[in-house]
Structure formats: C-alpha cells, structure tokens
C-alpha cells in the first residue's frame, strides 16, 4: 500500500492498493475529527469521525487513527477504488458541537485501474 | 432526498449586484452553518444558526453579508454589492447540535463575479 508520513498534496494509488492520507491539526484543544471526502463540483461527504478519547476507529473499508500526542490524524482505505479518488479533508472542533469545523489542507487521491 | 439541499447551484454575477442563495437543511436539524470555499482550499466557516438564533460570525463575514434563518428551517445567505473576491463555493452545513456534532454539507453555490 501507499502511505506518506507527512501531508501531501496528492497522492496516487493502484486499484486495489491500501491508501493512507495524513492530516496535522493545529489545535491542541480540540476534541472532535471529521474526515470528508469531496468530489469535484460537490459538497463535502462525511465519511468517519472520531472523538479525543478514542485513538482508533474502523468503518467500512475505512480506519481512522488520532495521535494527540503529535497532534496527528489519519485516514486508512482499504482496497482502494477508482470510487474512492476525490479530495479528502480533515475536519477538528473544539467542545465537539456548536462550534466551527476547521479544515486542514485536502488531500487529492487519485486511483488508477 | 433527506440531505441539506441548496439553490441556486451556479450563479454568475456582475460586480455589484447583490446575490441570495438558499440553504434547506436536514429536516431534524437545529443547527445550520455557512461556509466559503475557494479553489485549492478547505471550506472556512463563516457563520452559524441554532434555530434561528445567529450565534456565531467570522471575521470573514464582512458587512456586505448577511445571513437569516427566520423560521429555524431554511437559511438565506445574501451578499451585497458582489467583488470579484468573492467568487467562491458557498457550502451549508447542518447538524442536530448533539455532541459528538457531525455536519452534513449541501452540494453548495458555486459564485462567480464578473
């Protein structure tokens, strides 16, 4: 599988490849993680989130890990798919509601068959 | 379809016009956020409704801005008096206001000034 250490502005995979896209977030008082996945001329689509008291969390196909320590997030696909290509977006909030989402710099996933 | 809805999808303008665009959120929804996205760049929150309470508004939301949620459902994001810089995707967001507080984006405006 592909995976970068750091943020990447783009990152390409092969069909059926494992993808891991990283995310730095800036704020050592937020709680709550959001990814997003968009698609051109679309709004953001949720895809996982995770709380602060939680270091991982799985969905289908999906695994997101939070490292507080290093205030790091992020998001594992598995077998990844010619779907799957769009930008994905971290996404943190303070008190986890009520409040604004900051999103960190998208990163384009680009899957070739 | 039970998702946040939003009109017009595009819009062209001329520079100083003023624009409304809509917002239909999820029916359950209390909360409804506003945000700006331009090309290459994450969305940046611009303001926010719990029902029709305006409770928060960024430093970005200039006075040419105004947002109303009159009845707690639907919201209107106007802009008066348009500039090129303001040509961007404009993306609503909706939310139960429960924490954890996942929000759920609409297809967005997309803004271009001319």
């Known amino acids: 599988g592909e995976s970068v250490g750091l943020h990447l502005p783009t990152l390409s995979v092969q069909e059926g490849d494992n993808s891991i896209i990283n995310c730095a977030y800036s704020?050592?008082?937020?709680?709550?993680f959001i990814w997003y996945k968009q698609e051109s001329g679309k709004g953001p689509q949720f895809i996982i989130d995770?709380?602060?008291?939680?270091d991982k969390r799985q969905g289908q196909r999906v695994t997101v890990l939070l490292n507080k320590t290093v205030k790091h997030l992020s998001l594992q696909i598995a077998a990844t798919q010619p779907g799957d290509s769009a930008v994905y977006f971290c996404?943190?909030?303070?008190?986890?509601?009520?409040?604004?989402?900051?999103f960190g710099k998208g990163t384009t996933l680009s899957v070739s068959s | 379809d039970t998702g946040v809805s939003q009109n017009p999808r595009h819009k062209i303008t001329k520079r100083g016009q003023n624009v409304t665009f809509r917002c239909d959120p999820i029916?359950?929804?209390?909360?409804l956020y506003w945000y700006r996205q331009t090309l290459g760049q994450g969305p940046e929150f611009l303001t926010y409704?719990?029902?029709?309470?305006?409770?928060?508004k960024s430093r970005l939301l200039s006075d040419r801005f105004s947002a109303e949620r009159p009845k707690g459902s639907f919201s209107t994001l106007e802009i008066q008096r348009t500039e090129q810089g303001d040509s961007a995707m404009y993306l609503c967001?909706?939310?139960?206001?429960?924490?954890?507080?996942?929000?759920?984006f609409g297809p967005g405006t997309r803004l271009l000034v001319l």
């Open positions: 967001a909706s939310s139960w206001g429960l924490a954890p507080e996942t929000q759920y």
């Open positions: 704020n050592s008082a937020s709680d709550y």
């Open positions: 995770i709380r602060s008291n939680m």
């Open positions: 996404a943190e909030s303070v008190n986890q509601a009520g409040t604004a989402l900051i």
């Open positions: 029916s359950e929804h209390n909360r």
């Open positions: 409704f719990q029902n029709e309470a305006q409770l928060e």
